[in-house]
């Protein structure tokens, strides 16, 4: 089975910290995604990465950036955390490009910004 | 544009009812179409896949899903429902014309009460 770990499932953090989150799979997809997830929005697609070092703007990039050194990992960034950034973040991967795999879920993290 | 339509936000239903939860897409270009459940705290867990062939699927918990492509929908259905089918349930379409990109809807809040 898959298996797609969120380094924290709870973190508070203050207004204008520099907050990481960490995302790891580890069946060697190529492609990896972050979401925020509020209620009655669904899921917003923040940023994906279609491989090492490469990465595209999802529909709210706004406040974040990622980073994607190594092909099981991807980090979102908080650069200046403000409390309009509480939400939880979801992390995903998949296989590769234009197929047919569906996406595979982390637990999630709960980001609260004091 | 793209867009996911999960008419109902919530779903209360009695333990043993049939449920139906809805889900209506936009696309003019071949998609495949998926069913997601996330339970409280955890991340989101493929129930289901619609990919070509026929257009009744198969999920794990005895749930299953109807494409119709007339109607552009793929409804998700339980003959008999469990206090453990309590969950959120999001539908979510991918697009061959749009690179890796995942549309999901609002989701639906299943309830199943006793």
């Known amino acids: 089975d898959v298996k797609v770990t969120q380094s924290s499932r709870y973190l508070v953090k203050r207004t204008g910290e520099k907050v990481f989150l960490e995302c790891v799979q580890d069946m060697d997809h190529e492609n990896m995604f972050w979401y925020r997830q509020d209620p009655g929005l669904g899921l917003r697609l923040i940023y994906f990465s279609y491989d090492v070092k490469m990465k595209e703007k999802g529909d709210i990039p706004e406040g974040y950036s990622v980073s994607r050194e190594k092909k099981e990992r991807f980090s979102l960034i908080l650069e200046s955390a403000s409390t309009n950034q509480t939400s939880m973040y979801l992390c995903?991967?998949?296989?590769?490009?234009?197929?047919?795999?569906?996406?595979?879920f982390g637990d999630g993290t709960r980001l609260s910004i004091l | 544009a793209q867009s996911v339509t999960q008419l109902d936000s919530q779903v209360p239903v009695f333990e043993e009812a049939p449920v139906e939860l809805r889900c209506n897409y936009s696309s003019s270009v071949s998609v495949y179409l998926f069913w997601y459940v996330q339970y409280p705290n955890q991340g989101l867990q493929l129930l289901l896949k619609?990919?070509?062939?026929?257009?009744l699927v198969k999920g794990i918990n005895g749930f299953e899903a109807e494409f119709n492509k007339s109607q552009t929908s793929f409804h998700l259905r339980k003959p008999s429902v469990h206090i453990s089918d309590t969950a959120e349930y999001f539908c979510?379409?991918?697009?061959?014309?749009?690179?890796?990109?995942?549309?999901f809807g609002s989701g639906t809040k299943l309830n199943v009460k006793p």
């Open positions: 995903a991967s998949r296989l590769r490009d234009r197929s047919n795999q569906p996406q595979h």
């Open positions: 979510a379409v991918f697009r061959w014309d749009n690179f890796n990109k995942f549309y």
């Open positions: 619609y990919l070509s062939g026929s257009t």
